[in-house]
């Protein structure tokens, strides 16, 4: 009688480990994921044939943003090999990332992994960091002969910038170019001439709004950046 039970325990034992193994008796991984930092749609990643659309979540109280996490729809196999990457990339920063975002593989505290085989380790983890992109803040000088000038945006200051120099370093009043600290997408920008040259008076204009202020929006980032910033000096 406790033979008969034994083995009935056994045949039991075999059935649940099979049917959690998955098809053919192989063990099967769920593909977890986690995506920080998405505030625009648009991301779509892939992995064995399969497809998740990343939604940007409502931002917390604080203005902080959640994290978005999911697992695929189907569970692969051991031994099946996986690469989570952006729908339709082939290079590292393309395939159907967020408007105006890049998103890479890792975290601050993970490493960049996003592939691999099932089985390697206990569970599939993969971690997606994704920021917005920014954009050159770039301009010229012009007329500019004595030293001291200084232009910044907010409390990005550039270095000072010196006039050009002839073959007999004198200044020739020749056009000098700047550029400032590139500026995230949907960031105001307000450049200014923090420190006059000495001897000169430099008036700015340009950006979005003609005064060097402005926003970093869709048609600067179409232009690559604000490039139109112009100070001259008399």
């Known amino acids: 009688m406790k033979s008969s039970l034994a083995r009935t325990a056994l045949a039991l034992a075999a059935t649940v480990t099979l049917a959690s193994c998955g098809a053919g008796g192989k063990a099967t991984f769920p593909v977890n994921v986690t995506v920080l930092g998405v505030v625009y749609p ?3 990643l892939t992995t064995n044939g399969m497809d998740h ?3 940007p979540p409502a931002k917390n109280a604080d203005g902080t943003i959640p994290n978005v996490a999911f697992a695929f729809p189907k569970e692969i196999e051991y031994g099946e090999v996986y690469d989570v990457v952006p729908k339709g990339q082939s290079t590292t920063y393309d395939g159907q990332l967020p408007a105006h975002q890049d ?3 890792g975290s601050t505290n993970v490493p ?3 592939s691999g085989t099932a089985g ?3 569970k599939i983890d993969i971690y997606y960091t994704c920021s917005i992109r920014s954009y050159a803040l770039n301009g ?4 500019l002969t004595t030293t001291g000038l200084v232009i910044g945006n907010g409390s990005n200051s550039s270095a000072p910038i010196a ?3 002839d073959t007999n370093n004198k200044p020739t009043g020749a056009e000098v170019g700047f550029a400032l600290s590139p500026v995230p997408y949907a960031t105001t920008y307000g450049v200014k001439i923090v420190t006059q040259p000495t001897g000169q008076t430099c ?3 340009g950006g979005a709004n003609g005064n060097g202020a402005g926003t970093m929006d869709d048609l600067a980032e179409t232009a690559g950046g604000v490039t139109n910033l112009v100070v001259t000096c008399k």
């Open 140 to 143: 010229k000088v012009l007329g």
């Open 203 to 205: 008036t700015l204009t």
């Open 53 to 55: 659309a990343v939604t």
């Open 112 to 114: 960049a992994v996003k």
């Open 103 to 105: 998103c890479q593989a």
């Open 42 to 44: 648009g991301l779509v």
């Open 163 to 165: 006039p050009t120099l």
């Open 120 to 122: 390697q380790l206990a």
